[in-house]
């Protein structure tokens, strides 16, 4: 059965989990290469590795946006509310059609503490 | 009002809001096409799902993957890019119904689409439900009138029943569908007609035909016409049954027709190809039964505990060259309590409605069916069925004896009778005026093809001068109102 990089590089990416084995998990990783004969596909692994790891990190960043700048302390305490025990990576963009407030994007979840949000909340309570 | 009492009642209303962050789940495109979107993140995404696409878009959630959720769109998607973001909802779908719906053409999200403006007092329903169980509903016992001879004379439909009509195309399928629903005036009967991948041309004379005969007084249509994304077309029939059990919870009695469900096979067969979902018989996937009887099953008759009311549908399928065991013909005859079928031949031969009285079966409605129906109708089923099988055997035999030659007669003057032009149902006290005339001989002496001349002439005869026994006959049956419509047959006759 033919092997595809975006799968190699799959599983590489799986198996460098563990922090204490890397070395030997490339180790390995590079004899199975050769032994099967599929070292013609390491470039498009490594572009595949990176495509996914750029995802992870992508995925497990707290975006934040503020309609303008804010301290580094509002920051903190925004992804404070949004991840508790998180060493995170943090984005903070400006987008001004939210007004005022923030809202964060975290693991698929959105956070929207925004001014934008809280009009049109009260415009349905309202219009009712 | 002064801007006191305007300002005190801002206050009043807003003394609940509460500034909250709000929590929502998102996923991102990964592909998008074709009315399709697949999309990753959404781990908690239910089945049937809507989600939030930029720009409001609605879609809905019907392949629940491993690391994927596929999504078919409601409406416009060439905005729509990946990377984009999705929000889920949290909500099933459910479309907007009421009373204000009566007189009103809606898509199958339920918004108006004959431009008189929203719709207005109306609550939301879920599109996909679970038919009625046992215990909630009770036997067909009541009729449902279509004003057509044949079929309540010898394939009676009750309330609450599923029957099918299915035929090639231009046998006149619609035209049943339609004077049905003209037929329910006065009825105490509401109707839906969902239009299913139909030309926009086809469904506004439709409309204008209901309006023009004052039907659209008690009549909803939901359209999701052949320029209309497929989604649309497979939830078209699912939002015309949403709205009619509006009215049956509310003890009121429907008639829903599907027009038809051939093609809302094909599109919810379309949309499983596109979605990736694995091929069955004739490419059809393999929820292609259920995706008929889960619809068919909503159409019941309720017991008086549960509200008396009832959904009667008229679904109508679509054949090639006559092929009924085709698979979608098969499997909608399996569900439905019987089946109407039209005949291409008898069309051309210019018997319509072509109803081939052979082929075609109520397996309910017989229960329901008036007295006076079913004490002159069990004579002219029995002269049909004789007439069937000699009229074949006549074709062939040159010297008949007088018994069959009678017979043969009969048959071909019942034929003559039971045809009727489109657009003109008759009441019941008419249709057992004329049966029990045939029954009696007062055709005998009349020439096949003046029998639809003698037919118009009597039917003005009865409506014009003898209304209550018309009425009389509507309500029941008894050697009195025999003997009296005998004497007027004989009297009429003699003139």
Same mark, same amino acid.
């Given at each position: ?11 590489? &990416? ?8 890397? $070395?030997? %998990?490339? @180790? ?11 070292? &013609?596909?390491?470039? $498009? !692994?490594?572009? &595949?590795?990176?495509?996914? $790891?750029?995802?992870? !990190?992508?995925? $497990? ?6 309609? @303008? ?20 990576? !943090? ?15 975290? @693991? ?12 049109? @909340? ?5 219009? %009712? | ?7 005190? #009642? ?96 809606? +898509? ?39 004003? /057509? ?20 195309? #231009? ?26 991948? =139909? ?47 509006? *009215? ?92 109407? *079928? ?43 069925? =004789? ?5 074949? *055997?006549?074709? *062939?035999?040159?010297?008949? +004896? ?17 045809? #009727? ?18 029954? /009696? ?55």
């Amino acid at each position: 059965m033919p092997v595809s990089s975006v799968q190699m590089a799959r599983v590489l &990416h799986d198996s460098l989990n563990d922090e204490s084995n890397k $070395n030997e %998990v490339v @180790r390995l990783f590079l004899e199975f290469c050769e032994e099967k004969k599929l070292t &013609h596909l390491l470039p $498009n !692994i490594v572009k &595949h590795l990176e495509k996914i $790891n750029a995802k992870k !990190i992508a995925d $497990n960043t707290i975006r934040v946006y503020v309609a @303008r700048n804010q301290d580094k302390d509002v920051v903190d305490m925004i992804v404070d509310f949004v991840s508790k025990k998180s060493d995170a990576p !943090i984005s903070v963009h400006k987008d001004e059609k939210i007004i005022g407030g923030f809202v964060a994007l975290y @693991r698929n979840t959105v956070y929207d503490g925004s001014v934008t949000k809280q009009l049109s @909340r009260a415009k349905e309570i309202l219009s %009712v | 009002m002064s801007v006191d009492t305007v300002i005190q #009642q801002l206050k009043t209303r807003l003394s609940d809001f509460d500034a909250q962050i709000e929590t929502q789940e998102v996923g991102t495109v990964i592909e998008v096409g074709d009315g399709i979107a697949r999309m990753s993140g959404l781990d908690k995404c239910r089945a049937s799902e809507m989600l939030e696409f930029p720009g409001g878009l609605i879609g809905i959630a019907l392949n629940l993957e491993e690391e994927t959720v596929g999504a078919v769109m409601l409406g416009e998607y060439a905005h729509i890019g990946e990377g984009d973001t999705v929000k889920r909802t949290g909500k099933v779908l459910s479309i907007p119904v009421g009373d204000a719906c009566i007189g009103r053409v809606i +898509d199958a999200l339920g918004n108006a689409v004959d431009g008189k403006g929203d719709i207005k007092d109306t609550e939301d329903r879920l599109i996909e439900k679970i038919a009625p169980g046992v215990m909630t509903r009770q036997p067909v016992d009541e009729p449902v009138q279509t004003g /057509i001879i044949a079929i309540d004379a010898m394939i009676p439909v009750g309330r609450g029943q599923r029957e099918l009509i299915i035929g090639d195309r #231009q046998t006149g399928k619609t035209a049943i569908a339609i004077d049905t629903i003209i037929n329910q005036k006065g009825q105490n009967m509401k109707c839906i007609y969902v239009a299913i991948g =139909q030309k926009e041309s086809t469904v506004a004379r439709t409309v204008a035909k209901l309006e023009e005969t004052g039907a659209m007084e008690y009549t909803a249509v939901v359209t999701a016409s052949a320029s209309s994304a497929s989604s649309m077309q497979y939830l078209a029939p699912y939002a015309g049954v949403a709205l009619a059990e509006y *009215f049956m919870d509310k003890g009121e009695d429907v008639l829903i027709v599907y027009d038809d469900l051939s093609k809302h096979a094909v599109a919810y067969r379309e949309i499983s190809l596109l979605l990736r979902r694995p091929p069955g018989r004739e490419a059809y996937p393999g929820d292609v039964f259920y995706l008929h009887s889960r619809l068919l099953e909503r159409s019941c008759r309720r017991n008086k505990e549960h509200g008396g009311g009832s959904i009667t549908a008229l679904p109508i399928i679509e054949t090639q060259a006559g092929d009924i065991s085709a698979y979608i013909p098969t499997n909608v005859i399996s569900i439905t309590d019987g089946q109407i *079928f039209l005949n291409s031949d008898l069309f051309y031969k210019g018997i319509r409605p072509a109803i081939d009285v052979g082929a075609s079966v109520s397996r309910v409605g017989g229960s329901a069916q008036r007295k006076s129906m079913k004490k002159v109708a069990g004579k002219l089923k029995l002269a049909m069925a =004789q007439y069937r099988e000699l009229e074949a *055997f006549a074709q *062939f035999a040159s010297d008949l +004896d007088e018994n069959t030659k009678k017979q043969l007669d009969l048959g071909q003057r019942i034929t003559e009778l039971l045809k #009727q032009p489109q657009y003109s149902p008759l009441p019941v006290g008419v249709q057992v005026a004329l049966i029990y005339a045939a029954n /009696i001989g007062a055709l005998d002496g009349i020439e096949v093809k003046e029998v639809q001349n003698w037919r118009e002439k009597f039917i003005s005869h009865m409506t014009s001068g003898h209304g209550p026994l018309l009425e009389k006959i509507e309500q029941g049956w008894n050697e009195e109102i025999e003997g009296e419509l005998k004497t007027v047959i004989e009297d009429y006759a003699k003139k």
